[in-house]
């Protein structure tokens, strides 16, 4: 069994930001070169999001909306935000998110539905953050 380990870094110029990391994902199971088994993509922040979906504007712009519906960015409204932050929107729209997806690798490549795609969710950017990929197999 092998076991590989790649990071991506992100430092996004938004606030909030969705990005597709499908093709670096598929690029480094490539390296790994693991042709049967697992791919592990896992934000490595409280405040970002691994998830997959199809890469739609339109969905992109439906997920903002819904998100902001469930967790409004309010600095005044949290808790959390008392402590000197103006983040906690950020972290409760990471949970609802996900925080890491696995992809079945098969022959060599991600094994993903007709429309999914791969995506990093940023809700507190601005600075530096990563995402990290594990994959295991044969």
Not at 52 to 80: R, T, V
Not at 93 to 98: C, D, E, F, H, V
Not at 110 to 120: H, K, N, R, T, V
């Amino acid at each position: 069994m092998k076991s590989y380990t790649e990071y991506l870094w992100f430092n996004t110029s938004n606030r909030q930001e969705f990005i597709n990391i499908t093709t670096p994902v598929q690029e480094a199971v490539t390296r790994s070169g693991v042709q049967e088994g697992l791919c592990l993509v896992n934000a490595m922040h409280i405040t970002a999001s691994v998830f997959i979906n199809d890469d739609e504007y339109g969905l992109h712009k439906d997920f903002w909306q819904w998100l902001e519906k469930f967790a409004p960015y309010s600095p005044k409204n949290y808790k959390h935000n008392q402590t000197g932050e103006d983040n906690a929107d950020a972290h409760l729209k990471r949970t609802i998110m996900g925080r890491e997806v696995v992809i079945a690798i098969t022959k060599g490549q991600l094994d993903l539905g007709p429309w999914e795609q791969i995506f990093y969710g940023e809700f507190d950017g601005r600075r530096r953050k990563r995402v990290l990929i594990k994959i295991i197999g044969e």
